[in-house]
């Protein structure tokens, strides 16, 4: 599995960005996919899951409520739709394809990633 990222850019505070992760290869149907972000000198952060069917949808503390994961499967592809950015959601955000259906928040649990886009958001 080959997974595109796409859609970042800079956007200032308040706004909204709408991130994609198309899938080349495999189907990753079944698997779960997991948005996560990287800014410079820190670690990778989880930010959100989604189930390979979409009944679990799981988001990292600082972004609940503002962020909405979804994919669809028949597309092969995965959506991260950003709202209401903060400048400390600034880091690069990557999309990745799960070893299992369900996922978790650790990036270990991953098996596919895609080459990250990078999301700046000014004050």
């Known amino acids: 599995v080959q997974l595109q990222a796409s859609g970042g850019g800079l956007v200032q505070a308040g706004g909204s960005l709408r991130l994609s992760c198309v899938g080349s290869?495999?189907?990753?149907?079944?698997?779960?996919m997991g948005w996560f972000r990287q800014a410079p000198g820190q670690e990778r952060e989880f930010v959100a899951r989604i189930t390979w069917n979409s009944d679990g949808i799981y988001y990292g503390d600082s972004v609940k409520g503002r962020f909405t994961a979804s994919r669809d499967n028949a597309l092969n592809s995965a959506y991260l739709q950003m709202n209401d950015l903060k400048p400390e959601d600034t880091a690069v955000y990557y999309c990745a394809a799960g070893r299992t259906a369900w996922g978790s928040s650790w990036a270990t649990d991953y098996e596919y990633w895609g080459q990250g886009t990078q999301v700046t958001v000014s004050s």
């Open positions: 290869g495999r189907p990753f149907g079944g698997r779960a």
